[in-house]
């Protein structure tokens, strides 16, 4: 029983680990990326002793499919929790015709906008600055309905 507990264990802090690794080597500097890319393949090396362990080949397939099934859930979660809303500029081109109703749309949920008309008159082009992943999907969402061509860019720190 000693033994399930710790491979268990061993194979949830492995998960967590790589999975930090993985985002870290990726998003944070090359200190930070190496030292827990040094930490988490260490813990892997026991990880690889305790896979010798004498418990059932099918317990320990499951005991780490579980550990994967969970920590990258748990990871990825307080991941999105923890990111910050940036701004986002989203260009958004529609039909002359629904000019109107898109900007009282966008009025109505107080999304911060400008438009014009484009040169042949045939089009409106919106500059639409979303400051919160919920105003995002809501300009996505309004796009989709007025069938209209859209490119987002992200605002970056000077």
Known sequence: MKLLIIFIVLNVLNVIIQTVKSICTIKCGKVFAALINAVAF??????L????????????AGIVALCNLIGVYVVKLIEEKMRKDKLWKVQL?????????LSNELENFSISHNWLISS????AIFNIYCATQKESAFVKAIAERFNAKYFVTESKNL
């Open 42 to 47: 260490g813990l892997y090396t026991i990880v």
């Open 49 to 60: 002793v305790y896979m010798n362990c004498d418990l059932n080949l099918f317990t320990k």
């Open 93 to 101: 081109t529609a039909n002359k015709k629904c000019t109107s109703n």
């Open 120 to 123: 042949d008159d045939k089009y």
